[in-house]
């Protein structure tokens, strides 16, 4: 219990410690700009680019506390209560999400999909935001190429899939890029400012549907990231 209780204590240090910089940041820049709006000689791109540096760190703060939200609720085991999930149905639903992010990005959004996919029983929360922490971290850090999401079923497993053509991690990092707050010093993934939590928040949803993820990658040729499930629907008997 002791030792529960100092590792709580030290996660709330961290998070506190990470979520001053970004107020302190977006609090000061605001403070600046409201101070050169009375001041007519000053360019309105200066003001512009005050405030956009201040939405970058409220944009953060929310992604951060997204995270920690959706970390909550997996440590508390809320809305863990499986459900039988259509697979091809939740599969169309993230790929219509996340297919303009992608097209922002002139990114190609894939789907490589094995016929008759059928169903799991998993609690919907997690699977879904399991997924979907592949896929915006694959958009996030691949510049040009194409982002897949792949479903493949081997008798009575379905395994998903998310994969890229991005920057990809090196094997030192791979060993700690699943650590809370763990951040790669790769100045590719400092520039684009994640909380360090997303991978972290992963394994502990992972965990909670009983499945492991396993990662492939190779630095500047991509990532693969990937866990399976058991089919539970009646159609696997008949496969």
């Known amino acids: 219990a002791k030792s529960l209780e100092e590792e709580r204590d030290e996660f709330i240090s961290v998070v506190s410690h990470e979520l001053r910089t970004p107020i302190t940041i977006a609090e000061g820049t605001i403070s600046n700009v409201q101070v050169m709006m009375d001041r007519p000689e000053i360019p309105e791109d200066i003001l512009r680019k005050g405030i956009d540096t201040a939405h970058d760190q409220v944009i953060f703060l929310a992604k951060m506390v997204n995270d920690l939200s959706t970390l909550s609720r997996a440590e508390r085991g809320v809305a863990d209560a499986p459900e039988v999930i259509e697979v091809r149905s939740l599969v169309d639903d993230l790929f219509n999400e996340y297919a303009p992010q992608a097209a922002a990005k002139k990114l190609h959004f894939n789907l490589d999909l094995a016929p008759r996919l059928g169903q799991v029983t998993a609690s919907s929360l997690y699977l879904r935001e399991l997924l979907q922490n592949f896929i915006t971290n694959s958009i996030k850090y691949t510049k040009e190429g194409d982002v897949t ?69 190779r630095l500047n040729h991509g990532s693969s990231f990937s866990f399976s499930l058991p089919a539970t629907d009646k159609a696997a008997h008949k496969v």
């Open 149 to 217: 999401l792949k479903i493949t079923r081997e008798k009575s497993k379905i395994t998903f899939e998310v994969k890229d053509t991005g920057i990809g991690i090196s094997k030192s990092d791979q060993a700690k890029i699943f650590n809370k707050f763990y951040r790669s010093e790769d100045y590719r993934t400092r520039e684009t400012g994640g909380t360090g939590l997303g991978l972290y928040v992963a394994v502990k949803l992972s965990k909670k549907l009983g499945a492991d993820i396993k990662l492939r990658s």
